[in-house]
Every structure is written in structure tokens, then in C-alpha cells.
């Protein structure tokens, strides 16, 4: 094999096409597909004989890159491991240098925050070491969070359910979600009468709107007030007009790209973090983790050049941004594109929104403030010492406003700064109509993945790098679902005072609805209180953000990483001994809602095997008598902490017996998968408006002819001698025989011509095609 000059070892193949445009033909650039070794999945290793040493092995799928770089790596003159330039891409450069035998003399390690020509050269000729403080906080994270995993968990199989798992920052992030739908169910919405009046200015014609400064909180006194106003005199009392200055956000971190492009592109953090990445890898854009708000001075100057030549001058402030957070160590640059003056970049639809809204971030955070001037306008009322307050704004000049305003997640009543007419003091106004409406104290919201986020940065937890995973693996596991609330219909009071008359009337509105929002699950709230009751010091969040820095720290070269593990051991293994050593008269998570007034059986509601279930009746009746006690699944929309008495007995009535239709018997049921019918061995799923124990055969039968319906519709041929049909199907025309679907290929431009040979056909190919694997998805740990 020739000699290689170069061989550049980077985590990705993007990247490294990237990279290879910089570089010459003396430099070879290949990928590692992100780690090369790691803890074996199925083993503690972890060695604690000899200082909690990881154990490390090449998965199988690697096997064949490591032998690969090896070869390329034993001709080269000298490599260069040029992974990401923070803890991770730290960790795997170190990996890559033990893995493939390289020698320091010939090994060069290389960092850049950005794939650009210049950023690379600059790298190559500045090369350093393996920063092996980097590596040793990559490590204790690792192994401190396998000690949590494998200890905890088996602890989990035993006193809750089989098959459940813990995780160390996961199980803090459930806990949020969790206490927060705790404040929900406990919310109680205290009511007040919000007052709002259409007032006629002196020429008869222009309207002006106000709101009242205070509110009542009884419906008399909000009546009372009212009728006060009926013959009262409204006066202009005062006109105040101040300037007011909003200056621009700073540009994104990790964290509040992520929140930001939840906001205002509806992404998820997983989906932000790997469009992110597509961004970088091909140049567009810098590191994507990071907690640095810095800009480097070419930054500066080229974010200036941009908005002098599209804005002018006036537009242009130098703002240098200092990043708060003690630990910030991710990069040295927040993110930004890598040539400001490229308007569009990325190769997909989403590629090109997220890059924008960097591009406008960054560029909004280098310019004026915008400059607003805001008039407030009191009107007085002779017959009250109340003044309705009407409030408006005018842009003078909108500053970095031309390119870019922060979302919010604010989810409570918006002010109206509409533009206000203009007026004089002590101008008498005409009443035209007011109103008296019942509002309601808003409960604390649900968390979206992105204020999830935010509430995980504030507290210390995690990092720039773990936000995404934490997010994505609380959902893999269960105990969180991201989903929607259907909400509840209220009935509120309106009292309107107009041409002297005052009238009462009610209306309704929704409330409580959500969208996209995370809400835990039975199986997450119960892992949770038994966490907390048995390992609170794992789940507090001064915990896991002191753990967060002393990471920082071992990073830092301030302490040893394996002080920092025997210090938690030491404490923790004891306790989890004690743990499993404890016996328990119950599973956790049961709830006794009482007794069934038929038997005089007690009721549970529990977690079972397959998901949440109420129990009638017990295991053991008494010292020696066992009976066989009953269950039945708790439905979507109901929960062990809140479901009742009276709606568990009606699930024991299930499966229900309805009626008959074509001389079959239609049951109402409901299984894993939600509430169904059955009839004539054919499942019907029950729709949410309607519910298994209520359904009614009018409404039973509807559905059911409603699918056959869909069915014949959807059908293209059938073969009866096989009982084989041909259908259209949500993804095309497809076959199903004896139960099960086979795909039709593309080849095939009319299913109308198959015949019963062609299609038997290709249910024997797919029945005997080996089974395809998936392919592990790469991630950071």
C-alpha cells in the first residue's frame, strides 16, 4: 500500500466531504461514523477493583471502520484527529488514538468551530495534544451515569415492573414533568370581572378603547360598578407620552436555538439539533453545541459590512455578549453562520428556515435598538375613583425590529399596544358600550420540549450537548408521551352596560386544551415516587447540577475524575442494597379507590404488565385463600392518580355485549390499543367522542358499516380460493393474505393486472426475505 501523506480522522462523512474541498491532494479525509468503542450495552463495565476503569469494546458494526482507519492510519505520515472540538469529540479522538495504535510523534489533534477554508488551515497550523482533562469528564459522566443505570434499574424490575430502566439526568427531567401535572390537577382558577369600555371621542365618530385598573372579583360588584357608569361622565384626565428602547436577543446558544426554533419553525429539539448538525457539517454554520454567547472579531466586522450594505449605517450597533453560565465550555463561539453575507444555505426546506432564523439572529444582535414611543391615556370617572387605562405604541424607528423580534412562550392574556387616536386633556367622552367579563387565573402550563429545555438550563442540568438526548430518551422509555389535551368546556358570565341598560348572559369556552405538550405517564409518575421515595438524593436538582460541575471542573484540570466517582458510590451502592433488601406489603404505585358495592372486593389501580390497570379483588383473600382477581386496562385520558371508583366500575362491565347485527353479536371492549367493537371476528377501533361502556347499538352499528364501507372502497381484487386480496392501502396498493399485509413493488404500474400466480408469488418472497436489521443510530453520549 502507498504511503499517505495525511490521513484527517473526523465523527462524520458530510463533514469530511466538507473538509476535503480545504484541503489538498496530500491529505486523505475519512470518518469514524462517530464513536469507535464504547461500554458494552449488555455489561456493568465498569471496573471496581482498579478505579472504576471503563471497560471498552468495538461494537460489531465498527469493527470493519477501525480495521479500515487502521490500515489507512499504519501509511500515513502523520494523522490528524480532527473530532468536534468539546468533551465528546475530545473523548472519541482519544478513542480513535488507543484504539488505532497511533503513536504521539506522528498524531496531531486539531479543533475548529467552524468548517470553513480559512478555520481548517488555521487548525493545521496550529496543532495541539489530546486534552485528556476533556476526556476525563467525558468519562466520569459515562461512568457515573452507568453506576445509576445498571444499579437503579434492576431495582426498578423488582419493586415496580420489569424491563424499566433509570437514568440519571432522564429521571430529573421526568420529575419536572411530573411535579408540573401535579400543579395542574391541584390548580384551583380563582375568577375576576375584567372591564372594558368603547368610548366615543367629541367628533362623534372615533373610537377609543380602555380597560378598567382594577378588577372585581365578585359578579355583584362588577354589576354594581356598571350601573354606577350608567349616567357617569368620562373625562381624558391625563396624556403621558414617554420614549421607550428594545434592544435585540443575543445570539443562540445550544439551548435557546433549540427554544426558539420550537417557537417559531414548530421543531423539535432532536429535530433541531440534526438539522443543526447538517448545517455545520457542510460549512453553513458554526458548532451547534455550545453556551458561549462570544463572537470572534471577524464575526463582528462581517455581521457589520452585512447590515450597513442592507440596512444603512444607523442600523449598525456593536454589542459584544459575555455568556453567563459558570460552566459554559462547550465552544468559543455562539452559533452563527460561517459567511454572514450568504443569504441561504442547506440543502432542505427545514435546512434553509433554520439557517435563516440564525442568520437574522445574529445579524439582529449587531444592530440599533428599535425605538418606540408609547402613550398612556387615562380616562377619569366622576361617579368612581377608578380610571380606565387605554395604551398604545408607535415605531420612531424599528432598529434591529427590520430583521428579527424573539418569540415567547407566554401563554396568558397578550397586551394590546395597538396605535391609539389622538386625543386632547380633559376631552369628554361619549360611552358607547362597556363589558364586564369573567377571566379566570391561569393554570401553570405544560412544558413543550423547549421550555423543558430552558427549565433544565436554569437549574444547572446538563449540558449544551445532553438537552436533546435527555428530551428524546424520558420519550423512548415512556414515561413522558409529547401529546394533546382535549380540554374542558367553562361557562363564564358577560355583563354589558350599553344605552343605558345593563344585561347578564353566559357563554362557554374551552379550556385547559394543549398541544404538543409533555405530559408523563402513569409508568413515568409512578418510577418517579418511587425514585424520590427511595433515592431523593439522585433526583435533587442541587445534585445533578453540583455533579454538572464538578464535571466542569475534572474538565478544568481542578480535581480527579475518579475521586469524583468513589465520593457518589460510596453512598449510593449502600443504599441500593438497602433497597432491594426492603420488603414492600405492596407494588409501588398502588391505589386503593375502594370497594365494589357487588362483591365488597377491593378496588386497585396499579401498574400491570402490559400498562395501567384497576384490579378487583385481591391475590390472597385472608391467610390461605387465593383468588383469582380481575383486571381491566385504564383508558387514554385516565390516569392511576385520578381515575375514580365510579369509572372503574364501569370498566369491569367490559367486554359488553351490545346488541346484534346480521345476526352476529357486536361487544364493545377495550384492549391495549384503546376502545374497539368486535363483531363477526372483525375489529372496529371506537372513536373519542365515544365510549365502550355508553356506546349505543345504533351508534356501534354506524361505525361498523362505516368500515365495511372504507373496505370495499379501498378493494381492488379479490381471490377467494386463496382468501387473498388486492387493496389500496395510506402508502399504495398492497397484498393481505391470512392475516397479514406484503408490500406490492414499484415495479408494478396496475395491481388490477396481477394474477393470483404473481401475487402468491410475491407473498413467498417477502414470506422467506431475511428480516431486515436496523441500523443503530449514531449518537452522543
Known amino acids: 500500500m502507498a504511503t499517505q501523506k495525511n490521513l484527517v480522522i473526523v465523527e462524520s462523512p458530510a463533514k469530511a466531504k466538507t473538509i476535503e474541498k480545504f484541503l489538498g491532494q496530500d491529505y486523505k479525509v475519512l470518518s469514524s461514523y462517530g464513536h469507535i468503542r464504547d461500554l458494552n450495552p449488555k455489561k456493568f463495565s465498569i471496573d471496581f477493583e482498579h478505579n472504576y476503569a471503563p471497560q471498552y469494546i468495538i461494537p460489531a458494526e465498527k469493527e470493519k471502520v477501525v480495521s479500515d482507519l487502521k490500515k489507512q492510519a499504519r501509511t500515513a505520515e502523520t494523522v490528524w484527529l480532527a473530532s468536534d472540538e468539546d468533551r465528546e469529540g475530545e473523548a472519541i479522538s482519544w478513542h480513535l488514538f488507543e484504539t488505532l495504535e497511533l503513536k504521539e510523534k506522528t498524531t496531531r489533534r486539531i479543533v475548529f468551530h467552524e468548517i470553513t477554508k480559512d478555520a481548517i488551515l488555521h487548525a ?10 476533556l476526556v476525563d469528564a467525558q468519562q466520569a459522566r459515562r461512568v457515573l451515569d452507568r453506576i445509576v443505570g445498571f444499579e437503579l434499574s434492576p431495582v426498578l424490575w423488582r419493586k415496580v415492573k420489569p424491563s424499566l430502566s433509570a437514568g440519571r439526568v432522564q429521571s430529573v427531567a421526568v420529575r419536572l414533568i411530573v ?24 367628533n362623534g365618530v372615533t373610537l377609543l378603547k380602555a380597560e378598567l385598573n382594577k378588577r372585581f372579583k365578585k359578579q355583584e360588584e362588577a354589576f354594581a360598578f356598571l350601573d354606577t357608569c350608567k349616567d357617569a361622565i368620562f373625562t381624558i384626565s391625563d396624556i403621558t407620552t414617554r420614549p421607550v428602547k428594545k434592544s435585540p436577543a443575543a445570539p443562540f446558544t445550544t439551548s435557546t436555538l433549540q427554544q426558539e426554533a420550537a417557537r417559531k419553525l414548530s421543531f423539535s429539539v432532536s429535530q433541531t439539533m440534526s438539522l443543526a448538525q447538517r448545517l455545520y457539517e457542510a460549512g453553513h454554520i458554526t458548532y451547534m453545541r455550545t453556551d458561549s454567547l462570544n463572537l470572534s472579531e471577524l464575526a463582528l466586522t462581517t455581521a457589520k459590512e452585512t447590515i450597513v450594505k442592507e440596512f444603512g449605517v444607523k442600523y449598525h450597533k456593536l454589542r459584544r455578549y459575555h455568556t453567563k453560565s459558570k460552566g459554559a465550555q462547550e465552544a468559543h463561539e455562539a452559533i452563527r453562520p460561517t459567511y454572514m453575507e450568504r443569504i441561504q444555505a442547506g440543502e432542505s426546506a427545514q435546512e434553509q428556515r433554520l439557517y435563516d432564523l440564525i442568520r437574522k439572529r445574529t445579524l439582529a444582535g449587531q444592530m440599533a435598538d428599535a425605538e418606540l414611543e ?50 386632547n386633556l380633559n376631552d369628554v367622552l361619549s360611552l358607547k358600550e362597556m363589558e364586564a367579563v369573567e377571566r379566570f387565573t391561569q393554570r401553570p402550563p405544560r412544558y413543550t420540549e423547549a421550555s423543558l429545555v430552558r427549565r433544565l438550563e436554569e437549574l444547572g442540568i446538563g449540558r449544551p450537548s445532553t438537552y436533546a438526548p435527555t428530551i428524546q430518551t424520558i420519550q423512548n422509555r415512556t414515561y413522558v408521551i409529547k401529546g394533546d389535551k382535549e380540554g374542558t368546556k367553562r361557562s363564564y358570565c358577560v355583563i354589558t352596560l350599553k344605552e343605558g341598560n345593563i344585561k347578564e348572559s353566559r357563554k362557554e369556552e ?19 415516587d418511587f425514585l424520590l421515595e427511595n433515592f431523593s438524593s439522585v433526583l435533587d436538582y442541587n445534585f445533578t447540577a453540583d455533579i454538572e460541575k464538578d464535571f466542569d471542573a475534572i474538565a478544568a484540570g481542578s480535581i480527579k475524575w475518579v475521586g469524583v466517582i468513589d465520593n457518589f458510590y460510596r453512598q449510593f451502592h449502600p443504599h441500593v442494597e438497602t433497597v432491594l433488601s426492603t420488603r414492600e406489603t405492596h407494588k409501588a404505585g398502588e391505589r386503593e379507590l375502594g370497594i365494589d358495592p357487588k362483591t365488597g372486593k377491593p378496588i386497585l389501580a396499579k401498574i400491570g404488565r402490559f400498562g395501567p390497570i384497576v384490579q378487583l379483588g385481591l391475590a390472597r383473600n385472608g391467610d390461605n385463600i387465593n383468588e383469582k382477581p380481575v383486571f381491566a386496562a385504564i383508558p387514554q385520558g385516565q390516569s392511576i392518580e385520578t381515575i375514580s371508583l365510579e369509572v372503574a366500575l364501569r370498566l369491569f362491565e367490559l367486554p359488553r355485549t351490545i346488541g346484534q347485527f346480521k345476526d352476529k353479536d357486536i361487544v364493545a371492549g377495550l384492549g391495549r390499543f384503546g376502545p374497539f367493537l368486535r363483531h363477526d371476528s372483525k375489529y372496529v377501533s371506537i372513536p373519542k367522542h365515544l365510549a365502550p361502556s355508553t356506546i349505543t347499538l345504533d351508534e356501534a352499528i354506524a361505525l361498523i358499516e362505516e368500515k365495511e364501507q372504507k373496505e370495499q372502497q379501498s378493494l381492488i381484487r379479490r381471490f377467494d380460493e386463496e382468501g387473498l386480496e388486492i387493496r389500496n392501502g395510506r402508502y399504495g396498493p398492497y397484498i393481505t393474505c391470512k392475516g397479514k399485509n406484503y408490500k406490492i413493488p414499484k415495479t408494478v404500474s396496475d395491481p388490477l393486472t396481477l394474477t393470483l400466480a404473481d401475487a402468491l408469488k410475491l407473498v413467498a418472497e417477502q414470506d422467506t426475505a431475511p428480516k431486515k436489521t436496523r441500523k443503530p443510530i449514531r449518537k452522543k453520549h
Open 124 to 133: 493545521i497550523q496550529n496543532p495541539r495534544n489530546i486534552n485528556y482533562d
Open 179 to 202: 411535579e408540573r401535572e401535579r400543579e395542574i390537577n391541584a390548580f384551583v382558577s380563582e375568577a375576576a370581572f375584567r372591564i372594558t369600555a368603547n368610548f366615543i371621542l367629541p
Open 374 to 423: 408609547r402613550t398612556t391615556i387615562s380616562v377619569a370617572i366622576n361617579s368612581s375613583p377608578e380610571k380606565f387605562i387605554a395604551t398604545g405604541e408607535i415605531i420612531v424607528f424599528d432598529g434591529f425590529l427590520q430583521v428579527y423580534m424573539e418569540g415567547n412562550d407566554d401563554e396568558g392574556e397578550k397586551e394590546e399596544n395597538s396605535l391609539l387616536p389622538p386625543v
Open 510 to 528: 374551552k379550556t385547559g386544551a394543549d398541544h404538543n405538550k409533555l405530559m408523563p405517564t402513569d409508568i413515568g409518575i409512578v418510577v418517579n
